[in-house]
């Protein structure tokens, strides 16, 4: 029988490069995925994730990452995660 999976924690990749945050993210043990489930993009910054910089989480879950496009961001700008992005009605 096996026993339950390690847990881990989750790095802090908001603000860092698309490329380096999937890397960190690996190397954790975890599986960085899209929100929309198509590929990562490997430039851009990374604005927001799930689940949140130094939370607990079993090894191999996913952790999702969102990415804004450009190739500069300013870090410390506002991120626009998954509640920021819905629009009002």
Do not use: C, F, N, Y
Not at 54 to 69: D, F, I, R
């Amino acid at each position: 029988m096996h026993g339950p999976r390690p847990v881990t924690e989750v790095p802090d990749v908001v603000g860092l490069g698309a490329d380096d945050a999937v890397d960190i993210v690996r190397r954790a043990g975890l599986i960085p995925v899209p929100p929309d489930g198509t590929e990562l993009p490997m430039s851009g910054i990374v604005t927001a994730q799930r689940p949140v910089g130094t939370a607990g989480a079993v090894e191999g879950a996913e952790v999702v990452l969102w990415v804004h496009p450009g190739k500069e961001a300013s870090v410390g700008a506002p991120s626009r995660g998954p509640l920021e992005t819905a629009s009002p009605e």
